[in-house]
């Protein structure tokens, strides 16, 4: 199954992602993440990418779109993958359709959206950090470590949260959602691909409500 995951920051794409990892043997393939390592290794797509991103705005399609050819051929892809970041604009949407046909793959199963509202939004990332060592995810309100300052998962003590978490870049990605992502949504809907669930429902719900549109 090739499933896309589209919504604004903070809209639990990654949560839900991770979840059907798990349970469907799905390859998770996050944009983001992918370019947070590249910028981590110093590679020359993270030099490009690094300031663009810190300051909340969109990389150029054009290494995206090369970032995730290559990546959606590679074997653990094979069984199906969820795409979570990415499209990201009408014609990231038309690239990977493309490069679904020209790789003999079809086309994208479904399309899920995350639908949020944007003031609880703000407030789901300025608290979120994760764990340094396992990238265990975290936030000050809603999800505290059951032990104060170490991690559930691996008990690292050490912390971080993502630069573009800070509010002016969080406003910018907002607006570049807005402006450049909302607009795939007709594209999807037009082909008869796009389911919307409820965003701001707890994680269990927002699962059951994104197994019911995948079927079993
Ligand atoms: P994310 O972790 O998905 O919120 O992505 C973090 C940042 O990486 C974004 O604010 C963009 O600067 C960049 N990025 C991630 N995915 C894409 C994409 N599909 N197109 C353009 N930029 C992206």
Redesign the pocket.
């Known amino acids: 199954m090739k499933l896309v995951l589209l919504g604004p ?1 903070g809209a639990g ?2 949560t839900q992602a991770k979840r059907l990892e798990e349970t469907r043997g799905l390859k998770q393939l ?7 390592a590249a910028v981590a290794a110093g590679t020359p797509l993270g030099l490009q ?1 690094k300031q ?10 054009d ?2 779109v090369a970032m ?1 050819a290559e990546r959606i051929g590679e074997p653990d892809c094979a069984k199906g993958f969820i795409l ?6 009408v014609q ?1 949407a038309e690239a990977l359709d493309a490069m679904l046909v020209a790789k003999g793959l079809g086309g994208i199963d479904r399309v899920i959206e995350l639908a949020v509202d944007e003031p609880a939004l703000i407030e789901r990332i300025a608290g979120r950090y994760s764990c340094a060592k396992c990238g265990a995810g975290y936030h000050d309100k809603f999800k505290q470590p059951k032990t104060n300052g170490v991690c559930d998962r691996c008990g690292a003590k050490e912390f971080v949260r ?1 630069p ?1 978490d800070r509010p002016e ?1 969080v406003a ?2 907002l607006a ?1 959602y807005r402006q450049q992502t909302a607009p795939i949504l007709p594209y999807y809907r037009a082909r008869g691909l796009l389911t919307t669930v409820d965003g701001m429902a707890d994680p269990e719900e927002v699962a059951r409500q994104i197994d019911r549109a995948l079927g079993s």
């Open positions: 920051p794409k990654g996050s944009t983001g993440d992918m370019l947070r990418a663009v991103m810190e300051s909340g705005q969109l990389v150029r399609d290494l995206i995730i979570d970041g990415f499209p990201r604009t990231q993502r573009d870049a910018t990605r570049a």
